[in-house]
């Protein structure tokens, strides 16, 4: 039997949802990501079964004040997702100033922090625990590649880009 353990990067599946509605006029931000990670086990062979998704993302709670309905919707999304079986790992926001060339001042932003680190995390430990045989990681940058490529040197011997490998296997799916 194949396991198969998703970890899914909330912050870059939210923003690729935004952009199918700008070029479609569809909103797919209640996507059920746990039918998505189901629909694509065949991929992974006839043995395959979905053993764990994980979903990392931030709530930004910067913006209760200006939109307290966003939060609210949030952390309902969150809590559809945890009822469908999916496990949530949450970072956080930190406020950053940047200096703006428009406005020649500074300007507050909000950055989202540990999202990627903690995925990066969770690949070394899935391996390390011998948790799974394939692992795919949804996600829309390339933050993770050191991650990868250390996965690669810690267990070259479980670890392949190809899918029809009986071994551990760590297939990325950028959006």
């Known amino acids: 039997m194949n ?15 935004l952009d199918i509605k700008r070029h479609t006029g569809y909103s797919t931000k209640w996507l ?41 919707r949030h ?14 790992e949450l ?17 507050l932003k909000h950055e989202e922090k540990e999202t990627d680190v903690k ?3 969770k690949v070394v430990e899935i391996f390390l625990n011998d948790n799974c045989d394939t692992t795919v990681i949804v996600t829309g940058d390339t933050d993770l590649s050191p991650a990868i490529r250390k996965c690669r040197t810690l267990f070259p011997d479980r670890l392949s880009i190809s899918v029809l490998d009986s071994m551990t296997v760590l297939f990325i799916i950028l959006l």
């Open 3 to 17: 396991r198969v353990i998703f970890l899914i990067d909330g912050f870059n599946i939210y923003h690729s949802t």
């Open 32 to 72: 059920d990501l746990a039918s998505l990670c189901k629909s694509y086990i065949h991929l992974f062979g006839k043995g395959a079964k979905v053993e764990t998704i994980y979903y990392f993302s931030a709530i930004p709670y910067y913006l209760e004040a200006r939109n307290p309905g966003k939060i609210k």
């Open 75 to 88: 952390k309902n999304y969150i809590e559809c997702l945890e009822s469908s079986g999916i496990n949530i």
């Open 91 to 107: 970072g956080r926001f930190k406020v950053k100033y940047i200096f703006c060339d428009k406005c020649r001042s500074m300007v």
């Open 119 to 121: 995925i990066a995390i």
